[in-house]
């Protein structure tokens, strides 16, 4: 079987179970990540190179830096794919496919999987509800819309991961003042409405155009709430037979077809509205979940989203079919937060639901398992109240407070 060698790229320590799965499948492995996290446990075992990227700030690179050592690899290795593992690296690895011709998806595609105004547009486009939005760009455009978009909104960095950097405004007034603070990045920003509402993930895999797994979940506390409030982050799946999961496994299908998405691992974000009971898509993003979320997926259906991806990429190198698993049915449940001490103490937490502990300094992490939906919901509720009355430790969020 002939070797393929595909680039892994992150900023992030992330991609474990997708390297590992690629080297099993008879892969070479380089990878190119941030200088400081070189001494992660990243799985040396099934790396053959590595190369360093010094940050300019955080998850930023010099992007020609990175194009004239890629140049310098490619004049004697032959690359046969290039993957982002994180979100802030799914430019790079466009950038770079563009660059040296290596297919997958380029630099048009990406921006719908990267760029929120991007992707809202494109939505809206596509018959997709989204929330009121408009580029920040045109002072009378703004001013339009926030004379027929009653407030609060939200001001909204284009190309963030997760609810980093996120505003919510409640003022017209308070509106210019935090698009005067922004100066030369104003264009970086978007404003849409506040909706308020119940917000889901789905988690999914794409085949040749065709999702071929979808996992769908709904956050106990919105992203956005636990990243300016601190707290303590939930998740739980929802049933493959909810009507909540049956319209957002249509929904997810429909948005990715229509955003060209071929192959690969998503993370889409949908929010149901409390006024009225509409979904509307929030961000997608095409890449593994985050804040161990494939722990999750797993622990309810026996799908590893990471390595299931390996699975695909090698396939598409190889030229052959691809089939997941028929994934089993269990509820599951997540939950992560901050905490004083470096290592928590489990015994209070101790149940047979739980699958595992995840192994996260100064954090309390727990995936739980059943067969009884009621059961995760009182085994998360539990430990929220055990974590929020003594354990949590809550950290000031970045930049000057708007709300």
């Not at 982002?84 to 496919?97: G, M, P, Q, T």
């Not at 997709?128 to 939200?154: K, L």
Request: proline content about 5%; glycine content about 6%.
């Amino acid at each position: 079987m002939e070797e393929k060698t595909i680039v892994c790229i992150s900023c992030y320590y992330k991609g474990y179970d997708f390297m590992d799965e690629m080297k099993m499948l008879g892969n070479k492995i380089i990878l190119i990540t941030s200088e400081n996290i070189r001494e992660k446990n990243w799985p040396w075992h099934a790396i053959d190179e590595v190369f360093y990227m010094p940050e300019l700030k955080p998850s930023v690179w010099n992007l020609e830096h990175l194009i004239q050592g890629f140049s310098h690899l490619m004049q004697t290795r032959k690359i046969d794919a290039v993957v982002a593992l994180d979100d802030y690296d799914v430019e790079k690895a466009a950038l770079i496919r563009e660059t040296f011709r290596i297919p997958g998806m380029g630099q048009t595609t990406h921006r719908y999987f990267r760029d929120k105004l991007a992707m809202r547009q494109k939505a809206k486009d596509s018959g997709i509800n989204v929330p009121e939005f408009t580029a920040v760009f045109n002072n009378d455009e703004v001013n339009t819309f926030i004379e027929n978009v009653p407030a609060p909104w939200v001001l909204k960095p284009r190309s963030e991961a997760s609810a980093s950097g996120i505003k919510k405004i409640t003022s017209k007034e308070q509106l210019w003042e935090a698009l005067n603070e922004l100066g030369e990045e104003r264009h970086l920003f978007l404003l849409e409405s506040f909706k308020p509402g119940d917000v889901f993930h789905v988690d999914s895999l794409t085949f040749d155009k065709k999702v071929v797994f979808t996992s769908a979940s709904q956050y106990l506390a919105p992203p956005m709430q636990v990243s300016h409030e601190g707290g303590v982050f939930r998740t739980k799946t929802l049933s493959r037979q909810s009507d909540e999961f049956k319209a957002l496994e249509e929904i997810n299908a429909k948005l990715l077809s229509n955003f060209g998405l071929l192959n690969g691992a998503t993370h889409t974000e949908f929010i149901r509205s409390k006024e009225d009971g509409t979904w509307y898509f929030l961000e997608t993003s095409s890449r593994v979940g985050g804040a161990h979320i494939p722990d999750l997926v797993e622990a309810s259906s026996d799908i590893n989203i990471w390595r299931e991806w390996a699975k695909i990429e090698d396939a598409l190198l190889r030229s052959k079919k691809y089939e997941v698993a028929k994934p089993v049915e269990y509820h599951s449940g997540l939950i992560i937060a901050l905490i004083k001490d470096q290592k928590p103490d489990y015994g209070p937490f101790e149940c047979e639901e739980i699958v595992k502990y995840l192994p996260i300094d100064y954090h309390v992490g727990i995936v739980y398992k059943s067969g009884n939906a009621d059961i995760i919901q009182e085994r998360l509720d539990f430990a929220a109240e055990k974590i929020n009355t003594g354990l949590l430790n809550i950290l000031p969020p970045k930049g000057k407070p708007t709300s």
